[in-house]
């Protein structure tokens, strides 16, 4: 019984950390209409508070100690993990593109939400917020916490959760949203460091977000 009750608190973190992913979008959207100087740091206050409470509780489980990690190891793990998600974007869009959509569902939402909102909040958000929340339940909570000492089908099902809430709908959405969870989760696999696959998915994030506001 208290293994169930311990699973049940552990699903109840990961609704919890999803919900305030998506109620930040949420609030965001919803306040957009006002524009005042005061209005917008009001919403960048509240999403860097977001940040600073999510970058605390990983410090508190021991997630976050860039000190203890030689650069070079970093470098070069990182350099492979993004070809190889470089490689699974080519192989998933010619999918997608055969299938005869222009673009998957989560990068068009990605770029109505860009119509909708600032670019410094859609910048905080796509390129620091979302990859911090998203390790933690895909790569920490459901992997090394709800299926402690099961983690190779705990980084499974945490693949797979990742591809679904990017709106994998087809082939070609799995292969890119499936072999980018892949490869973070084969990172954190690897090299037992959360900040390995954490910082590919930042940089993921940040060049996609660099080219997006470069169209």
Same mark, same amino acid.
């Given at each position: 019984?208290?293994?169930?009750?311990?699973?049940?608190?552990? @699903?109840?973190?990961?609704?919890? *950390?999803?919900?305030?992913? %998506?109620?930040?979008?949420?609030?965001?959207?919803?306040?957009?209409?006002?524009?005042?100087?005061?209005?917008?740091?009001?919403? @960048?206050?509240?999403?860097?508070?977001?940040?600073?409470?999510?970058?605390?509780?990983?410090?508190?489980?021991?997630?976050?100690?860039?000190?203890?990690?030689?650069?070079?190891?970093?470098?070069?793990?990182?350099?492979?993990?993004?070809?190889?998600?470089?490689?699974?974007?080519?192989?998933?869009?010619?999918?997608? %593109?055969?299938?005869?959509?222009?673009?998957?569902?989560? %990068?068009?939402?990605?770029?109505?939400?860009?119509?909708?909102?600032?670019?410094?909040?859609?910048?905080? *958000?796509?390129?620091?917020?979302?990859?911090?929340?998203?390790?933690?339940?895909?790569?920490?909570?459901?992997?090394?916490?709800?299926?402690?000492?099961?983690?190779?089908?705990?980084?499974?099902?945490?693949?797979?959760?990742?591809?679904?809430?990017?709106?994998?709908?087809?082939?070609?959405?799995?292969? @890119?949203?499936?072999?980018?969870?892949?490869?973070?989760?084969?990172?954190?696999?690897?090299?037992?460091?959360?900040?390995?696959?954490?910082?590919?998915? @930042?940089?993921?994030?940040?060049?996609?977000?660099?080219?997006?506001?470069?169209?």
């Amino acid at each position: 019984m208290k293994t169930v009750i311990e699973k049940l608190k552990v @699903i109840g973190v990961i609704i919890g *950390f999803a919900a305030i992913d %998506q109620g930040l979008l949420v609030v965001m959207m919803e306040t957009s209409m006002y524009q005042s100087s005061l209005a917008f740091a009001l919403r @960048i206050l509240l999403a860097l508070a977001i940040f600073a409470g999510f970058v605390t509780y990983a410090q508190k489980k021991g997630l976050l100690d860039f000190k203890t990690i030689k650069p070079k190891s970093l470098i070069l793990w990182e350099l492979l993990g993004y070809a190889l998600i470089l490689l699974c974007n080519q192989v998933g869009i010619a999918f997608v %593109q055969n299938s005869g959509a222009t673009t998957t569902s989560n %990068q068009a939402a990605l770029e109505q939400l860009f119509t909708l909102l600032s670019p410094a909040f859609m910048g905080l *958000f796509v390129v620091l917020i979302a990859p911090l929340i998203e390790e933690l339940i895909f790569r920490y909570l459901i992997p090394k916490v709800l299926f402690k000492n099961y983690e190779v089908i705990g980084f499974i099902v945490g693949v797979l959760g990742f591809a679904l809430v990017h709106g994998a709908d087809s082939l070609g959405d799995w292969i @890119i949203y499936g072999g980018m969870g892949a490869v973070m989760a084969f990172l954190y696999y690897k090299t037992e460091r959360f900040e390995y696959s954490l910082t590919l998915h @930042i940089l993921n994030n940040a060049i996609a977000f660099a080219l997006m506001m470069a169209l």
